[in-house]
């Protein structure tokens, strides 16, 4: 990187190459660079990103899709492809909605009780992203995604930001009967008995947190 290069330009240089000897160190000796469980769906790279990136960029970019952007070409090296989305929100430590595709800051916290279930079985995104891939090129499969899938997450948010319990539950129970049924090879088998019982007596209710396929997953309950 050349002295002369304007200082935004250096400090991401600056942070990718911290990154990438990190990674390099954690190939050569197995050692885990985050004290958050790595491969559990709890964004540990995103809060390692978000600690390298706060060290050496003492003044944020103000403009915060510009930094999700380069946040998520410095996790990127990590594990691939990223949102961004993981690190900002640790940097930023508050919750993130993305608008049209811009993240924007929400002052909000959440209306039910919720508690991380951990399913003790291993997980890999590359993995999930890649068995999501493969029934996505089913075109009936593609299609109920983006008809019911997405709209639903949709309304779940907008629930969620409106502070109405009441929707928000009957749309987490919708969300929850869809990723059993649609997106079961995210769901680990050890709590699949357990999301059936909460769906049936839905008083608890799980959702997967990240990728899936192992890790920890999201279970909600009525009440503060």
């Not at 929400?106 to 209306?111: F, Q």
Request: charged share 25%; proline share 5%; aromatic share 8%.
């Amino acid at each position: 990187m050349m002295s002369s290069d304007p200082p935004c330009i250096w400090m991401a240089g600056a942070t990718l190459e911290i990154i990438h000897r990190l990674r390099q160190f954690r190939e050569a000796t197995g050692t885990e660079l985050c004290d958050i469980p790595p491969g559990r769906g709890l964004g540990s790279s995103g809060a390692l990103v978000a600690a390298v990136y706060g060290r050496v960029h003492r003044e944020a970019d103000a403009d915060l899709n510009r930094r999700k952007e380069l946040l998520a070409q410095i996790e990127g090296l990590l594990h691939g492809t990223s949102s961004g989305l993981d690190p900002l929100v640790c940097h930023e430590d508050h919750a993130v909605h993305l608008r049209s595709g811009r993240p924007n800051m929400v002052d909000k916290t959440c209306i039910l009780s919720y508690a991380l279930a951990d399913s003790a079985a291993p997980r890999s995104t590359a993995v999930q992203a890649a068995a999501f891939a493969e029934r996505m090129k089913v075109p009936a499969y593609a299609r109920l995604i983006r008809e019911r899938y997405l709209p639903l997450t949709a309304r779940s948010i907008a629930a969620w930001s409106a502070g109405d319990s009441e929707h928000l539950w009957s749309c987490l129970i919708e969300l929850s009967a869809f990723q059993l049924r649609y997106l079961d090879f995210a769901i680990p088998e050890p709590l699949r008995d357990l999301w059936r019982q909460g769906l049936a007596s839905e008083e608890k209710l799980y959702k997967s947190c990240g990728a899936g396929g192992g890790g920890y997953m999201l279970r909600f309950e009525r009440g503060p």
